[in-house]
């Protein structure tokens, strides 16, 4: 979908995925990736992969060289749900991560929660530290928007945004921001 989406011109949208321990242990995973990326003409730049923090901690030697052959492939890693896991701080530094993405539960309460405000703003800075982008899931309200922007994390998504859409509505809207300003939106579809 993303790859027919810029094919008609609604910008190259970034696409992450999930993906579960078994698949990514599987050792198939490059492969089937760069299959699907070559049959559906995705550029690998369009397509962010996310991990949780326990799948890479079990064998770090054999994460670090699967995720070695991913970003071979051209495509983002991100960590996902990034503080809610039990990762040393010593092996995220020699990951070849491209983003960390603050669980939900850190910002459902901001700005109110003065600790989620410090975790929220420690894990903003490591993140900027080690060169990736920073990105808040769970968005919900206005204010927590602003209290994350103040924070200096890059991205957001969220219901704040938008809600899980059918692919057919998530094309309208973008065609419609795309005419209204010029330019293609990013926006989280779990159907998509």
């Known amino acids: 979908d993303a790859a027919n989406w810029a094919r008609a011109g609604l910008g190259e949208l970034k696409v992450a995925i999930n993906v ?15 299959r699907v990326m070559r049959e559906s003409g995705l550029r690998p730049r369009q397509l962010v992969i996310e991990l949780t ?11 670090r060289g699967l995720m070695s052959d991913l970003k071979a492939l051209g495509v983002a890693l991100s960590i996902d749900d990034f503080g809610t896991g039990y990762s040393s701080l010593s092996y995220l530094k020699s990951f070849p991560l491209d983003e960390l993405k603050i669980d939900q539960s850190f910002v459902v309460d901001l700005p109110g929660e003065s600790a989620d405000v410090a975790i929220v703003r420690t894990i903003v800075d490591l993140g900027h530290r080690l060169d990736m982008s920073v990105i808040a899931e769970g968005v919900e309200t206005e204010r927590q928007l602003a209290c994350l922007k103040l924070l200096g994390c890059d991205h957001y998504q969220g219901y704040h945004f938008s809600k899980p ?16 300003h010029g330019w293609a939106v990013s926006l989280t579809s779990k159907e998509t």
Not at 53 to 63: G, R
Not at 165 to 180: G, I, K, Q, T, V
């Open 165 to 180: 859409m059918p692919n057919d509505r998530f094309a309208a809207l973008l065609r419609h921001e795309n005419e209204r």
């Open 20 to 34: 579960a321990k078994p698949q990514f242990l599987s050792g198939d995973l490059c492969a089937t990736l760069d």
């Open 53 to 63: 923090e326990s799948m890479l901690m079990d064998d770090v030697q054999l994460s």
